[in-house]
C-alpha cells in the first residue's frame, strides 16, 4: 500500500509538473480567435483591436476567425470542440452564450459552462434601433404609432435568429402591441447592407455596427437599450425614457475550451488585460460604443450564469422562438 501511494503520489507530481511545462512557454505558434458572427458586424472590429495587441504581448499573432452562422452557434460550438492547449480562444458572445441555451435547449451542441473555461468579460453595449430614412419615423413613439397604422407592412432585420437584436425586437413587440416582420440575416453586416438598400425598414444591432452610416446620415437611430443613454449617441433616448420597459444589453467576453490549463488561461487573462488597459484599445472601444471592462475567470463565470437565467426569463416575456 506505501509502495501504492507513493506511485501514486509520483504520478501526480509528474502530471503537475508536465501542465507547468505545456504552459511554460506558451504560446510557441499563432492563436485562433473565434468571433463566431459573420464579418462587419458589433463583434469583429472588437476582436481585431483587442487581437492586435493580445498579438504584442503574447509575441505570436493572434489571429480572428470569424465563422458565423445560427446566432453565433456555429462558430461556438467549433471553439467547444477545439484542443484545449490555449491556441483557439472564442470571443463569447451573450447570443450563444446565454440566449441560445434556451431558445435552442437541448438542441445546442455545447454548454457555455461546461465546455468552456472563463477568461474575462471585454465589454457590454447597448442595442440600437435604426432606421431607413424612407421609415417615416423620427422617434420610436412615431414608429410605434406606424406600425398600429392600418395596412404597414414594416420589417426589421437582425444579426439572425436567437441574437440580442432579434431577442429586443420581440420585446418591442410585446411591450408596445405590434407587428413586424423579423428577417434574419447571418450577421449585422448583411443586416446593415440590406437596411442600406431599404430591403428592411428597421435593424436592431449593437453600436459599432451602424454608428459609421448614422453619421453620415446614411440611416437614423431613434432608441437604444440600457438604463442610460450611450456617450457615442448621446441625443438619442433609450427604450425606458420613451416609455417602454426594455433594458436588454448585449456584451462580449473571452473564453476558452473547457479543460485549458490554468497556467494559459493566466496568461491568457493577463494578455487580455494589457489589451484592455491600453489607451490605443481603451480609446477605439469608447469610439465604437464598447466601452471596455475586466473581470477574473471567477467573475465571469458567475456572470454566465446569471445572465443565462436572466435571459431564459426574458426569452419567455419576448415570446421569441428560432426562425
Known amino acids: 500500500m506505501f509502495r501504492h501511494l507513493i506511485l501514486v503520489g509520483a504520478t501526480a507530481l509528474g502530471a503537475m509538473g508536465a501542465m507547468v511545462a505545456i504552459g511554460a512557454d506558451y504560446p510557441t505558434k499563432s492563436i485562433r480567435f473565434i468571433n463566431?458572427?459573420?464579418p462587419g458586424g458589433t463583434a469583429e472590429p472588437i476582436a481585431r483591436v483587442i487581437a492586435l495587441k493580445m498579438s504584442e504581448h503574447l509575441g505570436q499573432t493572434v489571429v480572428v476567425d470569424s465563422r458565423g452562422g445560427a446566432g453565433g452557434t456555429v462558430g461556438t460550438a467549433t471553439a467547444a470542440n477545439a484542443a484545449p492547449d490555449g491556441y483557439t480562444i472564442l470571443l463569447g458572445v451573450v447570443s450563444p452564450m446565454a440566449i441560445n441555451v434556451t431558445l435552442y435547449g437541448s438542441k445546442l451542441p455545447y454548454h457555455?459552462?461546461?465546455?468552456?473555461a472563463p477568461v474575462s468579460i471585454?465589454?457590454?453595449?447597448?442595442?440600437?434601433?435604426?432606421?431607413?430614412?424612407?421609415?417615416?419615423?423620427?422617434?420610436?413613439?412615431?414608429?410605434?404609432?406606424?406600425?398600429?397604422?392600418?395596412g404597414s407592412k414594416l420589417n426589421y432585420g437582425s444579426a439572425g435568429s436567437g441574437t440580442t437584436g432579434h431577442l429586443v425586437?420581440?420585446?418591442?413587440?410585446?411591450?408596445a402591441g405590434i407587428a413586424i416582420t423579423h428577417i434574419p440575416f447571418k450577421g449585422s453586416g448583411p443586416a446593415l447592407s440590406a437596411l442600406l438598400s431599404a430591403d428592411v425598414g428597421i435593424m436592431f444591432s449593437g453600436p459599432p455596427a451602424v454608428l459609421g452610416m448614422?453619421?453620415?446620415g446614411r440611416l437614423r437611430v431613434l432608441a437604444t437599450s440600457g438604463t442610460n443613454r450611450t456617450p457615442v449617441l448621446p441625443e438619442v433616448p433609450t427604450f425606458i425614457e420613451s416609455g417602454l420597459n426594455i433594458d436588454v444589453t448585449s456584451w462580449y467576453c473571452?473564453?476558452?475550451?473547457?479543460?485549458?490549463?490554468h497556467v494559459i488561461v493566466s496568461r491568457l487573462h493577463a494578455a487580455l488585460l494589457v489589451a484592455l488597459k491600453s489607451p490605443q484599445v481603451a480609446d477605439t472601444l469608447l469610439k465604437m460604443g464598447a466601452p471596455p471592462e475586466w473581470s477574473t475567470p471567477g467573475e465571469l463565470r458567475e456572470f454566465l450564469a446569471l445572465e443565462i437565467k436572466k435571459f431564459a426569463e426574458v426569452v419567455?416575456?419576448?415570446?421569441a422562438k428560432i426562425d
Open 36 to 38: 463566431p458572427t459573420a
Open 112 to 116: 457555455p459552462l461546461k465546455h468552456f
Open 122 to 150: 471585454i465589454t457590454k453595449v447597448p442595442q440600437v434601433l435604426s432606421v431607413h430614412p424612407s421609415v417615416q419615423s423620427s422617434s420610436i413613439r412615431q414608429l410605434v404609432e406606424l406600425a398600429k397604422s392600418p
Open 169 to 175: 425586437a420581440e420585446l418591442l413587440k410585446k411591450r
Open 214 to 216: 448614422a453619421q453620415a
Open 254 to 261: 473571452l473564453v476558452v475550451p473547457a479543460g485549458t490549463p
Open 316 to 319: 419567455e416575456i419576448a415570446g
